[in-house]
């Protein structure tokens, strides 16, 4: 190594007033030539920040017209290579059948799965389909599996009844947030650990890398649902899940007009969900809707944070408010997993916010159906918010706080807006179903 003083300039103050000063300084020069510092490109993803990523990845120009975006291709079928047998080699890289592969899915699933740190990414035609498609792979006829009892619907449906009606598949919900309860839940036949990290809709918050640990422990697998905490808040893999599902309705596509799933992780079993479970059950996202989830991607994480800001201005005006019986937001002091979803998250705690309401079940309906900004309708993750009132008389309700058990929970998926309008319109909603705040 030599030692040098070198003389050069840096660029001093704001871009009305720059001009170079210079510096001096003492460097090291190595005595061998050394690589050029990487530059970026906008299609490698290790030289890149993920808000580039998110942006670049997966698009490509278009090589007939040189359009600068990858075009809808809506064709179901591509032209086979002159040698058409050459299609079953596990190399064979050309699409074929747009239920299989088609060049928008092609590239949302390099960008998404990079985006989540994964190897591999099968896009399905809703998150439902994806996650169907992880569990079909993972699980076998007499297995069992240990199941968040806080978990979106539908997943809770399939494992209430249709998989061990059909599979045979044994079944325990736990209260994921119980570690100790975890740990005692699983059996030498258990294959699955599956939970969300952010639990609709009671939003309580998982320890991924505590439940990779008992997964991988008892010779599991750990499924991580991460539909509320796309990157860059949180990339399960990182933390020792197995596989990472989502659902692109939400948050990814973000402006409430497209449906789509995906599921992430490693290169075999990402595949092994893809030739089992999308090409022989068949549920392909379109490519129209494959392009709409990735233009609507781009600009996910700018959107992330704003609906964590709004999702805690709005959580800490209902804390506030002495007509609002609970507030669950894992971003407030009193959550019971705040100090977990601290350590995990980035950016926010998500923007979803639950609540309950008191008196009646009149009274309730008159808050929900005087909202003028906010919208009554279910999903999440769009650019307007939401919000779902429902009450749950039995069944996973058993799980939820009290407060939710007795008033039911109002769920609202906070939007893009100004946070000043949503907090003006819930606050003049309340005031029509329970008088002025004191
Ligand atoms: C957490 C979670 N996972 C999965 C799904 C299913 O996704 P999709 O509606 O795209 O099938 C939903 C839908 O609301 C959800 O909230």
């Known amino acids: 190594m030599l030692a040098a003083s070198l003389m050069f300039p840096l660029w001093h103050g704001g871009p009305s007033e720059r001009k170079a000063i210079l510096v001096t300084s003492t460097v090291e020069i190595p ?66 059948y747009t239920r299989e592969h088609g060049a928008n899915q092609r590239g949302l699933e390099e960008k998404l799965a990079k985006l ?32 968040s009892n806080v978990v979106y619907m539908r997943v809770a449906g399939l494992f209430e009844t249709i998989l061990p009606a059909k599979l045979g598949i044994e079944v325990d919900f736990v209260d994921i ?35 990779a640990q008992i997964a991988h422990e008892a010779d599991a697998l750990l499924t991580v649902d991460s539909t509320f905490t796309p990157p860059p808040m949180m990339r399960p893999l990182d933390l020792g899940a197995d596989l990472v599902m989502h659902s692109l309705t939400k948050y990814y596509n973000g402006h409430g007009d497209a449906m789509g799933g995906v599921v992430i992780g490693g290169g075999t079993l990402v595949d092994e969900v893809r030739t089992g479970a999308l090409w022989h059950a068949g549920g392909a996202i379109s490519p129209f809707n494959a392009w709409l989830i990735m233009r609507g991607s781009t600009t996910l994480p700018l959107r992330l944070r704003r609906h964590c800001e709004n999702a805690l201005a709005i ?44 008196g009646t079940h009149e009274d309730r ?27 749950y008389p039995d069944g996973p309700a058993s799980a939820f706080a009290a407060p939710f058990r007795e008033h039911g929970l109002v769920r609202l998926a906070v939007g893009l807006e100004s946070p000043e309008d949503l907090v003006a319109d ?3 909603a309340l005031t029509t179903a329970y008088g002025a705040a004191r």
């Not at 099968?122 to 792979?137: D, I, S």
């Not at 309860?181 to 990290?197: D, G, K, N, Q």
């Open 31 to 96: 005595s061998v030539c050394h690589r050029e510092p990487m530059r970026p490109d906008k299609h490698d993803f290790d030289t890149l920040n993920s808000d580039t990523w998110s942006v670049h990845g997966g698009n490509h120009a278009d090589e007939t017209t040189g359009a600068i975006r990858t075009p809808i291709v809506m064709a179901n079928s591509y032209r086979l290579p002159a040698d058409p047998t050459t299609i079953d080699d596990p190399d064979f890289a050309g699409l074929v």
């Open 116 to 147: 989540d740190h994964g190897e591999s990414a099968a896009v399905f035609a809703t998150g439902m389909a994806a996650m169907h498609a992880a569990f079909f792979t993972v699980l076998n006829p007499g297995d069992h599996a240990v199941i």
């Open 177 to 211: 947030t119980d570690l100790d309860a975890v740990r005692a839940a699983v059996r030498p036949t258990t294959r699955l650990v599956h939970t969300e990290v952010i639990a609709n809709p009671d939003l309580r918050v998982a320890d991924v890398a505590a439940l």
């Open 315 to 358: 959580a800490e005006f209902l804390a506030a408010d002495p007509r609002v019986v609970h507030v669950a937001y894992p971003g407030l002091a009193g959550h019971g997993q705040r100090e977990s979803a601290t350590a995990q998250l980035r950016e926010g705690f998500g923007g979803v916010v639950s609540f309950a309401l008191g």
């Open 365 to 391: 309906l008159r808050f929900v159906n005087d909202l003028r900004v906010i919208t009554s309708a279910v999903s999440l993750g769009h650019d307007e918010t939401l919000v779902a009132y429902e009450e």
């Open 426 to 428: 819930l606050d003049a």
